[in-house]
């Protein structure tokens, strides 16, 4: 079994930013990946990671402006904001796969954290 824990949401300013944590116990080095689900929307792919942390892959709308990181020897996930937009509020969410990296699909991935919520004002 795995578990994840994410911390750092809040209420944020446009144009500000926010790092998002997700600690893991358990299995750890798995693929692991974020999305975010706005009300009354789908979950939607943020970003993914491999296990080691070599390579990152991000959703169109926020490349550029977000960053996925790793540390291993902490098992945490990082998901730095920068330039954030009102359009980036939703609760995130931060999974691991067990069978594919990078990949963009809520399905593919076995754990899930709880949730934490990124309110981005105008």
């Known amino acids: 079994q795995m578990q994840l824990v994410e911390s750092g949401g809040g209420l944020v300013q446009a144009g500000g930013s926010l790092t998002l944590s997700c600690a893991a116990s358990g299995r750890t080095f798995y693929p692991m990946g974020w999305f975010r689900q706005a009300p009354g929307k789908d979950y939607e792919f943020v970003a993914a990671i491999t296990s080691s942390g070599g390579n990152a892959a991000y959703t169109d709308s926020v490349k550029g402006r977000f960053t996925l990181s790793r540390d291993n020897d902490k098992n945490t996930v990082y998901l730095r904001m920068n330039s954030l937009k009102p359009e980036d509020t939703a609760v995130y969410y931060c999974?691991?796969?067990?069978?594919?990296?990078?990949?963009?699909?809520?399905?593919?991935?076995?754990?899930w954290g709880q949730g934490t919520q990124v309110t981005v004002s105008s």
């Open positions: 999974a691991a796969s067990s069978g594919y990296t990078g990949s963009s699909y809520p399905s593919d991935y076995d754990y």
